[in-house]
């Protein structure tokens, strides 16, 4: 087990490398779910320079947070610039030496949070990840959703830990498996000692996070 510190890409990240190499820790994760940086055609010249940095700060990236839609926008709504973002980080990932990247699964929200919808939306999306995380070695790890008490009828896809299970089971591929969020998982009042015990192996990296049950 690898204990990392989760950073996001910001611009105080190089000051987070810094503070996260003199408390100790050895390894890190990138958030990478509100950055742009993956929008641009620089954005090599960008893991490159996080690469150096992580060096420079005795670092070593150990797994990712990829880009996502806001929870609200329904998952039959496809943007080819966060799709190309999405498939970018994978990319990252991989030139990151990470093993890992967690990925959000989306919502059929327009559809009254059907899971028959979400699954065939995010099996159709994922599918057409799964080459790019094959060539760069990437495992894209689904997450587990939160609930929120202030927003009664949203029930986000994946929240529930069967749902979750079925749609990483569904593709049968080294390169699919889950991240569990303990924060998440809080949010839903989940009994994680059984959820987890039902993840089993399909578990890949974990988001460690505590909170009041009120938000994320």
């Not at 611009?11 to 958030?31: K, V």
């Not at 967690?102 to 327009?110: F, G, I, K, Q, T």
């Not at 009254?112 to 939306?121: G, L, M, P, Q, V």
């Not at 995010?122 to 008490?149: G, H, K, M, W």
């Amino acid at each position: 087990m690898k204990k990392a510190i989760q950073i996001q890409h910001d611009n105080i990240m190089e000051r987070m490398f810094r503070a996260a190499s003199e408390a100790g820790f050895e390894h890190i994760s990138m958030g990478f779910g509100s950055s742009r940086v993956f929008h641009t055609d620089g954005w090599k010249n960008e893991i490159e320079r996080i690469k150096n940095l992580l060096s420079q700060y005795n670092l070593k990236c150990v797994q990712t947070h990829a880009p996502y839609y806001h929870l609200l926008i329904s998952s039959e709504t496809a943007e080819e610039e966060m799709e190309t973002a999405i498939k970018r980080c994978i990319i990252a990932t991989g030139m990151l030496g990470a093993e890992c990247m967690a990925l959000h699964p989306r919502s059929s929200v327009n559809y009254n949070y059907s899971t028959k919808r979400a699954f065939e939306d995010n099996r159709e999306y994922i599918l057409d990840y799964i080459p790019t995380a094959e060539q760069s070695d990437v495992i894209i790890c689904l997450e587990n959703l939160p609930v929120f008490p202030g927003m009664p009828g949203c029930f986000f896809y994946s929240s529930d830990i069967e749902e979750l299970c079925e749609l990483a089971d569904s593709f049968n591929n080294k390169n699919i498996g889950i991240c569990w969020d303990f924060g998440h998982a809080a949010l839903t009042r989940t009994e994680q000692t059984q959820a987890l015990k039902m993840v089993g192996n399909r578990l890949k990296c974990t988001h460690v996070h505590n909170n009041f049950g009120q938000q994320d």
